[in-house]
Nanobody
Framework: QVQVVESGGGLVQDGGSLRLTCQAS????????MSWYRQAPGEQRELVAH???????????SYSDSVKGRFTISSENAGNTAYLQMNSLKPEDTGVYYC???????????????WGQGTQVTVSS
């Protein structure tokens, strides 16, 4: 089975920075993509950043318009570790940040998504 663990959240002032880490693990699994989502109180979960960690588009990244130019997603360790560097943070970035790992067993083509428990990010004004 795959386990996904996020870390690095906390309280920061408006304009500050934080770095989130996502560690995914699972014997016999290959990780194809890692994503960061966030959910503000009373809001739906939204995609923040995505990185391809396997296949022909390895390294491709995408961001929501609200974080483009301020957040950077990266990965290492054969794609099972992902980071989200968040700069110029704003109060509206407050929320629980979740890591999503897309993985498949080495002998299968079908991939599944696995979620972490989330880490709280609070930006004070």
């Amino acid at each position: 089975q795959v386990q996904v663990v996020e870390s690095g959240g906390g309280l920061v002032q408006d304009g500050g920075s934080l770095r989130l880490t996502c560690q995914a693990s699972g014997s016999g699994f290959v990780f194809n993509a890692m994503s960061w989502y966030r959910q503000a109180p009373g809001e739906q979960r939204e995609l923040v950043a995505h990185i391809v960690t396997g296949g022909p588009t390895l390294g491709d990244t995408s961001y929501s318009d609200s974080v483009k130019g301020r957040f950077t997603i990266s990965s290492e360790n054969a794609g099972n570790t992902a980071y989200l560097q968040m700069n110029s943070l704003k109060p509206e970035d407050t929320g629980v940040y979740y890591c999503n790992a897309r993985a498949r067993r080495t002998y299968q083509w079908e991939s599944y998504e696995y979620w972490g428990q989330g880490t709280q990010v609070t930006v004070s004004s």
